[in-house]
C-alpha cells in the first residue's frame, strides 16, 4: 500500500478554490500530525499547513486566512482547503507525514500534485 495518495489538484483562476485531500495508510496516520507542503519552480519546498493528531493546526504566514487544515481520522484523510487562491500559490503540493518512536523517525510524502492558479 502507497502510504500517501494525493488528489485534487488543477487549474484554476486567481480567487477560485480548490481541495486536496490526502489518503494514508492507517499505521502511519494514527498518532501523527500531517503536513502540507509546496515547492514552486526554482524554490525551495516549504511548509504551508500543520495538524496534529490532536487537531491542533499551523499556517504559512502566506497562505493563513485562506487555506484550512484538516484531518478525519475515520478516514485517515488530511485536507487541504484552499480559497482565495493567488498565482503565487502555484506550485506543487505534497502532503508530509513524520511517523515517529522514541528513537527513531521515518519521513513519508506524497507523489505531489500540481496547482496552478491562473491571473
Known amino acids: 500500500q502507497v502510504p500517501l495518495v494525493e488528489s485534487g489538484g488543477g487549474l484554476v483562476q486567481a480567487g477560485d478554490s480548490l481541495k486536496l485531500s490526502c489518503a494514508a495508510s492507517?499505521?502511519?496516520?494514527?498518532?501523527?500530525?500531517m503536513d502540507w507542503y509546496r515547492q514552486a519552480p526554482g524554490k525551495q519546498r516549504e511548509l504551508v499547513a500543520t495538524?496534529?493528531?490532536?487537531?491542533?493546526?499551523n499556517y504559512a504566514d502566506s497562505v493563513k486566512g485562506r487555506f484550512t487544515i484538516s484531518r478525519d481520522n475515520a478516514k485517515n484523510t488530511v485536507y487541504l482547503q484552499m480559497n482565495s487562491l493567488k498565482p503565487e500559490d502555484t506550485a506543487v503540493y505534497y502532503c508530509?507525514?513524520?511517523?515517529?518512536?522514541?528513537?527513531?523517525?521515518?519521513?513519508?510524502w506524497g507523489q505531489g500534485t500540481q496547482d496552478t492558479v491562473s491571473s
Open positions: 508530509h507525514c513524520r511517523d515517529h518512536g522514541s528513537t527513531w523517525y521515518r519521513d513519508y
Open positions: 492507517e499505521s502511519i496516520f494514527s498518532g501523527n500530525g
Open positions: 495538524v496534529t493528531s490532536g487537531g491542533n493546526t
